[in-house]
DNA sequence: TCCCTATGTAACACTGTGCAACAGAATCAA
DNA sequence: TTGATTCTGTTGCACAGTGTTACATAGGGA
């Protein structure tokens, strides 16, 4: 198992301080940062496990900024503050956060905390880091990620296009889970370069979801399997049964 | 968007009748269990997506209870417990549990955790143990779960909105048991992220219980199953049998 | 009976989605 | 290189899903 990879986000000097040393000290790798620029520039630039945010950083809200990164990532996030008052609590669930400790925090409670959520994070861990399996099976298909081939219920062979098979491995990755079309964006977007919003933005992602659904739906007018989640995006409805090769 | 199904576990009869109780009023579907053979049976019996449970269990232990169950299972836990000192809580965590609720507390705080777990698990679950019930049958009609289907008793096969699916499930869900419109609202809303009244207070629920009775009651100005409490709500007003797929 | 309130529902407006048609980019064959 | 073919994003339009509004109607008490 790899070490886990911390950001703790505070604008107090010495509290920042402390605490990334302690967090090294106990077998993380404990990052600085003081901003959501700095979060943003940290996530972009290698992997991230959790985010310790504190909810009051000067002029910035922990809140909201929370809120803005749930939007674009599912990288496990635990607020800090020194407010615990139960709204306070609430508003920093409701954005998404993964936990809420209030100040002063005892550390073994802290790192138990970090524990807790990263042990979860990696029992259900999601799109990236996941092993590649080489053949998925699913409603009666098989899709050989090897050969890269798909092959029909009846035993006929349909060729996807690059962009067709990248959609399939994220729904097959994410069964029965609905990923909105900016997940799916991202997604597709292996590079990670480009500018991610791009593609959700316009209805590129609609189109290419249309374009699979023409060939792996029995009727495509009526989605069986990729199906409409209005509002929210699209699900893969079906078990999806995974070999290793 | 499936109604939640949270497993109440607690052997103090009154906590538990009014926890079962508050949730289903918000939307949930809440199974009461007392030990560990009840949890076990209603983890084999279906799909449970969140146990709430308590610590002190007469003469069983709610940490070991954790511990065991996370060994087989990741269904998310939320420990319950008047012990507040920081080593309980660790413990707790230590386990596995993905949060820690101390007694007595906020009943809009334990709705926001839960959401909070809840919506962590399907952001990131990809684990196929969604067993769930799948076909509900009532008065001769039958729903689908998992083909998001409805049958009439001749044959008929009738297509819902999402929206008047959500809404026969919570009928499903509480058979018999008459719903506010502030209810239903919760429960069309599961995320808990809008505003809750905002449904309520318009006629929108009216609307949608019209064109759900327009598509399964027989006469839908003389409703049948679908019935109105003047003054209260809806009744869903006949028995439903819930298989296993 | 009248009156007031709760409910039913048609009509409308707004938004999200499906998709055909188009155009530029990429790939391939010769 | 050229021309054909395939891939992929964009655009525009039709339509479906859903909440709102306005008005009709039903219930129930005085």
Request: net charge negative; proline share 3%.
């Amino acid at each position: 198992m790899n070490i886990p990879r911390l950001l703790v986000v505070d604008d107090d000097a010495e509290l920042r301080q402390m605490l990334t040393q302690f967090l090294q000290q106990n077998g993380c790798i404990a990052l600085p940062a003081t901003n959501e620029a700095d979060i943003q520039k940290h996530l972009a630039a290698g992997r991230i496990d959790l985010i310790l945010l504190d909810v009051m950083l000067g002029d910035e809200n922990g809140v909201e900024i929370c809120a803005r990164l749930r939007e674009e990532q599912s990288v496990p996030i635990i607020m800090v503050s020194a407010l615990s008052a139960d709204s306070d609590r609430m508003a920093g669930y409701a954005v998404g956060a993964d936990d809420y400790i209030v100040k002063p925090f005892n550390t073994e409670l802290l790192l138990a905390r970090i524990r807790a959520v990263l042990a979860r994070a990696r029992r259900t861990s999601s799109l990236a880091h996941r092993r590649q399996k080489a053949i998925y099976q699913f409603a009666g298909w098989a899709y050989d990620s090897k050969r890269n081939e798909v092959v029909s219920p009846e035993g006929y062979q349909v060729s996807l296009s690059q962009r067709e098979t990248m959609l399939l491995q994220a729904f097959l990755a994410n069964a029965r889970i609905p990923l909105t079309r900016q997940e799916i964006a991202v997604a597709l977007d292996v590079t990670g370069e480009g500018d991610k919003t791009s593609d959700a933005e316009g209805r590129a992602i609609d189109v290419l979801v249309g374009r699979l659904r023409a060939k792996i739906e029995n009727d495509p007018k009526k989605p069986d399997m990729l199906r409409t989640e209005r509002g929210v995006g699209y699900v893969f409805a079906v078990d999806v049964v995974a070999e290793d090769d």
